[in-house]
């Protein structure tokens, strides 16, 4: 069982607070290839594109600590639709967030990695930022909505993808898989409009990961 609401929080928004950028970690564990850290670059696309291209036994990605990065727009919905293709499968250990958490939709089947702390483990989408320290891109919001709702099966709500959408570069909106236990209210689905702190974070009821197509069953 998950810990409550604000426990559950800490750890997480102290794991993203606390995390140092870095190239992407990649790694292939039999029929599993982990990616951790940061992309940075259409190269570090290529590189995991690459890996998988080379090793056919690779049939499960992991999205372990993997905070996104800075890649091209195009280059991450890429990788979505690579991972698809392929019928891979995704899991997740630890935060998956950011540019991570629409790759993660790429999965045909998605879920909590075996083994993995379910009190840190979710997936947390938030807008996009042109560059470091750059402007919202409001011009991808229709392309953002479009591939949440698509990859989901439909099942993400529009609303629900538009205010992900919305939230700045320190916030997000984070699901965590409610078959893997939840808070004591029942909430999974948490708002975080910056992290670092607890004051901006409240719990989604009515909806959770499952319901909106972010894991599957």
Request: a positive charge; hydrophobic letters at 40%; one cysteine or more.
């Amino acid at each position: 069982m998950i810990r409550p609401l604000a426990a559950l929080l800490c750890g997480a928004l102290f794991a993203l607070s606390t995390f140092a950028a870095a190239a992407a970690d990649l790694r292939i564990d039999g029929s599993r290839l982990y990616v951790s850290g940061e992309m940075h670059g259409d190269r570090e696309f290529e590189r995991f594109a690459a890996m998988i291209r080379d090793n056919p036994a690779v049939k499960t990605i992991v999205m372990k600590d993997f905070y996104g990065g800075a890649v091209q727009w195009g280059s991450f919905t890429t990788i979505t639709k690579f991972i698809r293709d392929r019928k891979l499968t995704t899991e997740v250990d630890g935060p998956c967030v950011s540019a991570c958490a629409l790759a993660f939709l790429g999965g045909v089947r998605r879920s909590t990695a075996p083994g993995a702390d379910p009190k840190r483990s979710f997936i947390g989408f938030h807008g996009i930022y042109n560059g470091l320290g750059g402007t919202h891109a409001s011009e991808f919001q229709g392309t953002f909505v479009n591939a949440l709702r698509r990859y989901t099966g439909g099942r993400m709500p529009e609303a629900v993808a538009r205010k992900a959408f919305s939230l700045p570069r320190d916030g997000f909106l984070a699901f965590f898989d409610a078959r893997k236990g939840k808070g004591k209210n029942g909430v999974s689905v948490v708002l975080c409009e910056h992290y670092g702190r607890d004051d901006g974070c409240v719990g989604i009821t009515g909806i959770d990961g499952l319901s909106a197509g972010v894991f599957t069953h």
